[in-house]
């Protein structure tokens, strides 16, 4: 496995939403790096994976600044990826981890896109893992989309006018990141009545896991990073 | 687990793709119902898991007609979800396995449904999968999306008008099913001068799994019924 660069989802939280690929991929490379916030100075990939490696030694803990300034995050990004290209460029094999799957809104894509630039001959593979989004719906048992209906999933609801024209062309809308969308969505579920037809999953997979069809729940209570909202237009 | 009914997603091809909890739960149930089309005769779900599973009598085959007529889709999906609600009565547990998630586009929606509305107080686990879209994405190395952007994903193109309202709001589109939707696409790609921006996933953790960034491969060639194209306006 030398001189390869692996990215590996991790799911959610429990352990056992990690695929079996995955584990043999964690357990076999020499070394595991796990992204740390520097806000919370805690790293949930790595808590989901800990008590499944043997050998603590291998963890590497990689810090990513959260920051609004994109170039302050950029050279964070670019922090880690050295150090990654480092310990591939001396023989060895790295596995990143990211919750979730490493290709959906993960830090996994920027590290990609800077060590293929550096390193066009390095070999890649990527470990697929349990997204938020379906480890939600299996929490609440619902079906987030069948035969001919067409999904959209916002991280951005840019303006009210935008999330209008998606309902207009989506049977099911998951939204991403509550927190920073959530008084952008309010209005517009009001309007188009659809108030009703919401499931929010906040930290699912966390031990404080809470879900609730309530959308006014929100109006009083802050709304945790990890929180989505499913929404269906014919009901949930 | 008696008279318990779980969806078991069981990942695309590769059994490494299972997760730790669907491989214990497979193992633990009393049966494993496994679809099988009538117009195949052979079940991908139970193909996927046949080696990990020691206990061959436990398998279930439940047959759906491939049929478009709806009226007998439903008289095969009620037989379906009629044996395994026979089973639950006589005190079994039972899973259901469904390639990809089971969640998203999957034979399994229709199960739960009418599972719970014959038998409300059945208890219910969704053990999640790792979904086509998600594992195409990893064998080609590709960032789904990233930060801010949007993603859809369209099962039914119904209109080269309705994709292209799709794009103006979408970084990201993904076409599932690509056979049917084709020549729908085609000339909206063309129209917008985004032909250079797909990568098109044919079969992803089958044998014969095929990956092309040329549309036009398939303007002469039969598209295989799980092939599934991403397209990013920003390019791949």
Chains 1, 2 share one sequence.
Do not use: H
Request: overall charge neutral; glycine content about 4%; proline content about 2%.
């Amino acid at each position: 496995m030398a001189k390869k660069f692996y990215g590996v989802g991790v799911g959610v939280g429990d352990s056992g939403l990690l695929t079996l690929k995955a584990v043999e991929t964690l357990k076999n490379v020499d070394y595991i790096c796990t992204p740390v916030s520097t806000n919370s100075d805690s790293s949930r990939a790595l808590e989901i994976i800990s008590n499944l490696i043997a050998d603590q030694e291998k963890f590497i803990r990689l810090e990513f600044k959260m920051s609004k300034k994109k170039s302050e995050l950029e050279k964070s990004r670019c922090q880690a990826a050295e150090k990654i290209n480092d310990l591939l460029n001396s023989g060895k094999s790295v596995a990143f981890v990211t919750i979730g799957d490493p290709l959906l809104y993960s830090t996994y894509s920027y590290m990609l896109e800077k060590i293929k630039k550096w390193n066009n001959e390095i070999e890649v593979e990527t470990v697929p893992g349990i997204n938020s989004i379906t480890a939600s719906a299996a929490k609440y048992n619902l079906a987030l989309a069948e035969g001919k209906e067409n999904t959209a999933i916002i991280s951005d609801v840019k303006s009210e006018e935008y999330l209008e024209k998606v309902f207009a062309l989506f049977e099911t809308v998951i939204i991403l990141k509550l927190s920073r969308n959530y008084k952008t969505v309010y209005p517009v579920l009001d309007k188009l009545d659809l108030k009703k037809n919401v499931v929010i999953a906040s930290k699912c997979g966390f031990e404080d896991e809470f879900y609730t069809e309530d959308i006014d729940y929100f109006k009083d209570e802050k709304i945790a990073y990890l929180t989505l909202m499913i929404v269906k237009r014919e009901g949930i």
